[in-house]
């Protein structure tokens, strides 16, 4: 029986060809953290660099969490006045906002649109509970490809679904992002319009904040398609022979009069098409992209040269000075583990090699290694395997290490719920665009 361990058992990471529909990876891929033996003087060497990072690390948590302390003393008084002023502006107490026993904590969750949701949320509640109640207020039924994400120490974490909230925000307000976590391949295969509305929200945002960079011709056909989306078909009558009409569109990190031109006039040959099938189309061309869903993660080389680590549908890339310089599609991948502030992974053998290799990459501390590792594991079961691994509950020995899974459901899952969906299409408004008025990102 494979076990899933920090630094115990080691397994191998075996994968089937061809895509979960097609063909499910064998039950037994490990993703041990555990890395090959390492010399005394090199292990010492380690050890210094780590409890060096672990000095830095505390010593900027220090500061972060005084400034988190300010910010949150800010806030409640700012909210005590605004409940002073809607209690004198009323005669009745129910204008008073909401009271909130010991119980519960007050939840800020900032949407893809631009606006906040808020709610009273139980102090054991898990993550799911939250992504649920985000879902729910949204009415979005293929909820599995989002998620919640939060800061800290200016880095971005995903909230893990099967742990409590408690347990993962130690210090600072419940303030959240809700943000797409496995961009779909295909979008074409979202059963719903409201999924692929939200999905073109946070293409828009990626490519606003720059995380998604686009030339001179995808930002004016993606920004037209935006438009016809919003505002319907091009009438002379209502929008004027210029550009005036979407000036106040955030179409590109530093658009020009060039560029809104451009797709002015693009809009004008979208006539007839649906605000849905506009999306579509945007997403067509989105996700051609070559940075399209892809998460990154600054590490090192070997030869300790800045790079950075993409996770993605499709496996693991390699980045240095913006280009690609290494892929490892999941097939490829027998094994990911990692190990103090140590990621690897460990490759098939090729068509003409006779032994597997293991590349290792360095990352700034234990925790972003663990950060990525995690990430990793996530996607590969959401986009490889029909369901995910099940935790063996514990037998006469104790265990010892990381025990985590992905614990949501897989793509594969997620369309065969999806398929099921029997509703009439929801009604929802299309008016964000002109809400953005710069970069909110949260990635680390």
């Not at 700012?78 to 519960?104: F, G, I, L, Y």
């Not at 809104?260 to 506009?278: F, N, W, Y």
């Not at 992209?289 to 499709?314: F, R, W």
């Amino acid at each position: 029986m494979t076990e899933y361990e920090d630094g115990q058992n080691d397994a191998d990471l075996s994968y089937n060809n061809g895509p979960a529909s097609d063909q499910e990876a064998p039950a037994d891929t490990p993703y041990n953290a555990e890395e090959p033996a390492v010399d005394p003087k090199e292990q010492k060497r380690l050890e210094k660099e780590r409890k060096e990072a672990e000095k830095r690390e505390k010593e900027e948590a220090k500061r972060l969490q005084k400034e988190e302390e300010k910010r949150r003393k800010e806030e409640e008084k700012r909210r005590k006045e605004d409940a002073k002023k809607s209690a004198s502006s009323s005669p009745k107490k129910q204008a008073v906002p909401q009271s909130r026993n010991r119980n519960m904590v007050f939840c800020r969750v900032n949407l893809l649109d631009g606006t906040d949701f808020e709610v009273d949320v139980d102090k054991k509640a898990k993550g799911c509970d939250l992504v649920d109640k985000v879902s729910e207020h949204l009415n979005i039924m293929e909820k599995d490809y989002f998620s919640v994400s939060f800061m800290d120490n200016n880095v971005k974490f995903w909230l893990a679904h099967d742990k409590r909230i408690s347990k993962q925000i130690h210090n600072g307000p419940w303030v959240f992002k809700f943000e797409v976590k496995f961009y779909p391949p295909d979008p074409a295969t979202l059963q719903e319009d409201i999924t692929r509305y939200q999905l073109c929200l946070q293409i828009r945002q990626d490519i606003l904040s720059g995380k998604l960079p686009c030339s001179f011709v995808t930002h004016a056909l993606l920004g037209s398609y935006t438009v016809q989306s919003e505002l319907g078909d091009y009438d002379i009558a209502e929008h004027g022979m210029g550009v005036d009409y979407i000036q106040d569109f955030q179409f590109a990190p530093n658009q020009s009069d060039e560029l809104l031109e451009k797709i002015a006039d693009l809009h004008q040959t979208h006539r007839g098409q649906t605000p849905s099938e506009a999306e579509l189309h945007y997403l067509e061309n989105a996700k051609k992209l070559a940075m399209y869903g892809v998460d990154l993660h600054q590490a090192k080389d070997s030869d300790g040269v800045d790079i950075m680590i993409g996770v993605c549908a499709s496996g693991l890339l390699v980045y240095r000075d913006r280009l690609r310089i290494n892929r490892f599609a999941w097939p490829k991948i027998l094994k990911i583990s990692y190990k103090r502030n140590n990621f690897y992974i460990k490759i098939r053998p090729g068509e003409f090699e006779q032994f597997e290799s293991t590349i290792g990459f360095k990352l700034i501390n234990h925790r972003m290694a663990k950060r990525l590792w995690k990430i990793a594991v996530e996607h590969h079961t959401f986009f490889r395997l029909k369901e995910p691994e099940t935790i063996s509950k514990s037998g006469l020995f104790p265990r010892f290490g990381s025990k985590f899974r992905y614990s949501g459901r897989t793509q594969y899952q997620t369309r065969q719920a999806a398929a099921g969906i029997d509703r009439p299409a929801p009604d929802f408004d299309r008016s964000a665009s002109r809400r953005f008025t710069g970069s909110r990102s949260m990635d680390g």
